[in-house]
């Protein structure tokens, strides 16, 4: 019989005060597991969901800093693994930047730096923190790496976005041969469009549906739920099994060429 029960794991979620990361600790919580909710901006969106978490009965704890400042990531852990008094096993990097859209020509040194230091360094930053302690107490985990569909295909005025989720993806490789040794398990799933973040009350939103939704088999955009629960099941008994892949939830965009659908 297939189980997803979480009951005695710790997970932490880095960006979960968005849309993705409420949906993940949800359902993390759901399943049983006490939650580390980490934020940079939105410390009243994860003390609701700690609140939420609490009332089903599993314990959260939020930390607050940088995930691009290496210092930061380390206190973080510390102040999560102190306050549980055991060690985070599911890492669910989520945080991510992808504002600075614009022609690399016109790119600033501080709009490649900030995407770069945020999606990539900042994972790895977080990884090496929660996995150096699972490694020194020979304890198993797992780690799930939040990339996109942006990291398999070129999209304009998004090359500093599409180089750092792509790093994302050889980290997630090169992590997952490390690690397996020690019963660490490293995989990403790839995000196609879902409607948060930065589309939430854009006035531009209506025309960028217009150009996205035709590209997606489905004809719909993903909701943070379809994100949380392919997480959900790496992180389960259901992933023993898996390490070093990718996974794409996007409705079928990165299937191929989108047949004409008459309205």
Request: proline share 3%.
């Amino acid at each position: 019989m297939i189980s997803l029960d979480l009951s005695g794991h710790l997970t932490m979620i880095t960006g979960a005060g968005g849309g993705i990361g409420g949906a993940l600790a949800a359902d993390f919580s759901d399943l049983g597991s006490d939650v580390v909710l980490s934020c940079h901006n939105s410390r009243k969106e994860c003390e609701k969901l700690a609140e939420q978490i609490e009332k089903k009965g599993q314990k959260a704890f939020i930390v607050q800093g940088d995930i691009s400042r290496s210092e930061d990531c380390r206190r973080m852990v510390e102040e999560a693994q102190n306050y549980f008094s055991r060690p985070i096993d599911i890492l669910v990097n989520n945080a991510g930047f992808f504002y600075d859209v614009v022609p690399l020509v016109e790119m600033t040194d501080a709009q490649v730096s900030k995407t770069i230091d945020i999606n990539l360094k900042g994972t790895m930053f977080m990884s090496r923190e929660v996995c150096s302690r699972l490694v020194a107490d020979d304890h198993p985990g797992r780690v799930i790496n939040i990339t996109s569909g942006a990291a398999h295909s070129g999209r304009e005025n998004f090359s500093n976005y599409c180089a750092s989720k792509a790093g994302v993806l050889g980290f997630t490789r090169a992590l997952a041969l490390e690690l397996a040794p020690h019963h660490i398990n490293v995989n990403s799933v790839s995000v196609g469009y879902v409607e948060v973040g930065k589309w939430e009350g854009d006035d531009q939103k209506d025309a960028v549906r217009a150009g996205i939704i035709p590209r997606i088999l489905l004809r719909v955009p993903g909701k943070p739920e379809d994100i949380s629960h392919m997480v959900a099941y790496l992180a389960g008994e259901c992933g023993d099994w898996i390490t070093g892949s990718d996974f794409k939830i996007d409705g079928g965009e990165s299937c191929g060429r989108v047949p004409y659908i008459v309205p």
